[in-house]
């Protein structure tokens, strides 16, 4: 067997501004250096406690099953799925972008029926279809719906969701992969039942955990199942005698430097101050949106309906798209994203999450989309880009 | 809502020698600390290829479908499983601990029908058994079997199993999660069609990832399935095309920061050299079990299969196995593992994986040991067992 020549890992140094990863604060990859206690070291599972307040305040609820599942934010989609949803059950599906898309296959896998809820890529559900729905399916065990959009950068509102899907005896399954710890999530307060995220969005941790918290409607749920969850690995049952205080009974080995980063990136998002961190999501988006503009880019998402943590732009007519993230990439050490689906080769999606909200990034990105845009003759005057951010940080 | 009041990460400083997290070399943890790139960065996908062949050395393999599943080592089990497995298909799974038993769980999770081969905890299964189990079921799909019992300490014989499979149509899934890269894995020689690991064992990385490698044949049989994969995590097809050189089709976000820090890890066992790891292995192990022997300790595992990277013991008549656990962690910050099921409150589980396999762990251990039972009135005279893991040292 010949042994493979794997040289010293020095990876260039990026500023992450597409759809996530986001940018991670040296305290938490210092965090993600330290040495490793063992999963069921009575330090670690305090720790675990720590781990768990710290997401309830993040996630504003008072779920006692709230945790972190061993695995990137799809995980955490398919552990509130899988737990929930037995075979013939019937789940309705808002499908507005790729994420809600998943979440139909998912069902499906599932066994269950999916009832899609189609919307075009960059709209929001108007509830009334929801409730609809719900008044036609007849017996419908939930409801699953996108927060935040990743491929549209379109913002659903979910308050009243809950309430409504509660009058028709279904649960409320919400995917906050792209908005929880940048844009207000109010688990308690929607009346959601399965909230599930991702670290390495606007909490601005490294992927691979899936913050998930249930409420006890939904463990109801789970304990009245007729059949064993699909899923060994994410069977909600059995990983929460892990994490529950007082059990703490061997499930798998957690992923220990991942729960060190990550109880290090909550306490960054909780000493900043929700508030505080939602503001400043807001303020950036809107003068990278400005900028944008100036640019000739309009956004994919409707008016009033648009994420602060993650902007999905249409390139300008004419644009080569791809050519200029290669360029973002080779001269200035910028990743953003293209586009996913229907928009692949229309879309720029440029993330200001966490740590990397600051306004250096907003002035960086627009510059260097500007010089871009200009290889291909298709840029205003230097500096149109970044004097329409700072006009729109000067109004705030 | 009350924000939690969570202190700086300052966890204490353990010597890991339990049945796994192991000791982490501090190159590793290093790569864990580097700044992320995206998941989709060129720079990137050259590291993940460069892990895929690296994983290749290690398992001993040729195999294309090489890679790391985004879980832990549960994760790559389920992987293997529901991948492989439809419902109503059959498997042989050998039980003989708790991972065979986890095996046959997932099994039924997937709808297929397990025909479980029950062997004592400790011993090993002696193949003519599955010789006639493959005759006795007619058609089976697989033959499901851990090559490194972690709750025994009992190492199967894989050799020739995967020949006998074929010859009856069957693939052959094994378990090497507490093998690799510290006791010989031979994918390739075995025949074997799914093999999967954990990176916290042997391979000293911490935990988080699940090393997976798939046979053609196995790759074959995945694209012959009827149904799709019940998992859309976990499935195959999916992954692969996000791995696949060429294709790096956007799945889900991958572990950056422990795909860095496998790369590490992977790198510095094969400067080592897998031959000189497994020796190494081996000489800790002879001295530790011929230290327990001196106070007292019997190995679980049937003699001549006795894994060298994790001893699996049963403490003297008499003792109470668990203040011995706590005194050890207590006073000299050394974690070692209790029995689960059967064997609860009665063996302890010592691993010498990786990094944590070193001379000055195996003295540490044993001394530390021989004080708690010291507190128990059931200590020999002060030194014995440290004495008779020299006199083994001195043997090799």
Known sequence: MNVPAVSELAPPTRLLLGPGPSMVHPRVLRA?????????????LELMTEVQAQLRAVFRTENPFTIAVSGTGSAGMEAALVNLLEPGDAAIVVAAGVFGN????????CGA???????????????????????????VKLVAIVHAETSTGAEQPIAGLGELCHRRGALLVVDTVTSLGGVPVEVDAWEADAVYSGTQKCLSCPPGLSPLTLSPRALEAVKARRTKVQSWYLDVGLVADYWAEGKRVYHHTAPISMIYALRESLRLVLEEGLEARFARHRRHSAALVAGLAALGCTPQAQEGHRLSSLSCVRAPAGVDEGAVRRALLADHDIEIG???????????????????ARQENVLAVLAAIEQALAKQGKAPRPGAAVSAALEAYAKT
Request: a positive charge; one cysteine or more.
């Open 338 to 356: 293209g586009g996913l689906g229907p928009l692949a080769g229309r879309v720029w999606r440029i993330g200001l999450m966490g740590e990397s």
């Open 113 to 139: 029926r999916a009832v899609k809820l189609e919307v075009p890529w960059g709209q929001v559900c108007d509830p009334a279809r929801i409730e609809e729905a719900l008044a036609r399916e007849g017996k």
């Open 102 to 109: 998943r979440m139909a296959d998912i069902v499906g896998r």
């Open 32 to 44: 993600m250096a330290t040495p490793l206690l063992g999963h069921l070291d009575p330090r670690f």
